[in-house]
């Protein structure tokens, strides 16, 4: 089976830096990807790590260690527009019909506050 | 226009009813989901399918069913409705090759389903 755990609530400041944590137990794995979602919204990509290491795109930043089952989702210069829930999911690597399966996290609620 | 469009956006039914969501995409993509949110609990999979004759249960898929029409329409269907199926429901597209190799999914903007 495949689980995911992430905090569910974190809080910072206009201006800071917060980082999103995520680990994972699965039965086969392919990569870690990182979705936005704000309040009402739909869920939308941000970035996908695959090999371990940093992945950079603009402010937004993630993270792999496959050896240790952990990722992180690294928010700089955050701004108001920032405040979504982010989920981390995690692509199956199984056989047949199951590949390429996501599976969700239940997502870490960020408030930036002014 | 959106390129996954679900209707309908809001929808309040009640128990022992039918019920379908639809979705159509204008992606020209392989691959459709079905997938169900509740709050606290992220998004799980219903129904997927990789291609018109390729249908795949998910985590969820009791109480449900879906047909998959077309390439680009993959609709959802609550057989007798009941209200712990009263939701938030996503239609997600994906890239055979680009979503295969990133998990990139594409979403629709969401059916509210509340089951009275």
């Known amino acids: 089976g495949q689980s995911l755990e992430q905090p569910s609530e974190v809080t910072a400041v206009e201006g800071a830096i917060v980082q999103i944590n995520c680990t994972y137990q699965t039965s086969g794995f392919y990569g870690l990807s990182w979705y936005q979602q704000h309040d009402g919204g739909a869920p939308t990509f941000l970035s996908y790590?695959?090999?371990?290491g940093l992945e950079e795109t603009g402010r937004f930043s993630s993270f792999l260690s496959r050896s240790d089952s952990y990722g992180y989702l690294l928010l700089q210069e955050l701004q108001m527009k920032d405040s979504a829930s982010y989920f981390c999911?995690?692509?199956?690597?199984?056989?047949?019909?199951?590949?390429?399966?996501?599976?969700f996290g239940r997502g870490t609620q960020l408030t930036v506050w002014p | 226009d959106a390129d996954v469009t679900q209707t309908p956006r809001n929808r309040i039914t009640k128990t022992g009813k039918r019920i379908m969501l639809e979705c159509s995409q204008t992606?020209?993509?392989?691959?459709m989901y079905w997938y169900r949110q509740d709050p606290g609990l992220g998004l799980r999979l219903i129904y997927y399918s990789f291609d018109v004759k390729d249908i795949n249960k998910g985590e969820i898929s009791d109480g449900y069913s879906v047909s998959r029409q077309a390439q680009a329409k993959f609709s959802l269907s609550l057989e007798s409705a009941i209200p712990n199926q009263t939701a938030l429901y996503f239609c997600?597209?994906?890239?055979?090759?680009?979503?295969?190799?990133?998990?990139?999914?594409?979403f629709g903007e969401g059916s509210r389903l509340t089951v009275l």
């Open positions: 997600a597209t994906s890239d055979k090759n680009r979503g295969g190799n990133t998990g990139e999914l594409f």
């Open positions: 992606k020209g993509h392989d691959r």
């Open positions: 999911a995690v692509r199956d690597s199984g056989r047949g019909s199951t590949l390429g399966r996501l599976y």
């Open positions: 790590n695959a090999l371990d």
